[in-house]
């Protein structure tokens, strides 16, 4: 990509198709689109130095939604590195066929237990990011 005044532009050269080109195009007026919005969004908060009840609920939503991922993350680092420890089942076989759906599995496992409760690693995670505000 180069960058052009405000906007980043794809590059094209011969070998992107004209189908790979709109691609980069649609994902780079998306990317834009959401940037404008948050730029809008921080200049409102910053233009009256306080954020209104509905941009602190938003802000607090965003960040309980990062700490359950993060909570989902850690957990699937954990299975995974449990699961090493386990011997290679010669019923199943050894391919990797099996480890990608074992990863698979894992993710979506974790991320299930995350968003019921988890470990608690989330309730710490949002306690310490929205400490002192309301």
Avoid: C
């Amino acid at each position: 990509m180069q960058i052009d005044g405000s906007t980043l532009m794809p590059s094209m050269n011969p070998t992107n198709t004209m189908q790979k080109g709109s691609k980069l195009i649609s994902e780079e007026l998306k990317f834009q689109n959401e940037l404008n919005a948050a730029s809008e969004r921080l200049k409102k908060a910053t233009k009256t130095g306080v954020m209104t009840e509905e941009d602190i609920a938003q802000r607090n939503q965003d960040i309980k939604d990062a700490s359950v991922q993060l909570e989902a993350i850690f957990l699937k680092m954990m299975y995974t590195e449990m699961w090493k420890t386990v011997p290679k089942d010669e019923l199943f076989g050894d391919d990797n066929a099996m480890d990608i759906w074992r990863d698979m599995y894992h993710e979506e496992l974790t991320k299930d237990m995350a968003m019921n409760g988890g470990i608690g690693l989330q309730d710490y995670i949002y306690q310490q990011l929205t400490q002192g505000t309301k």
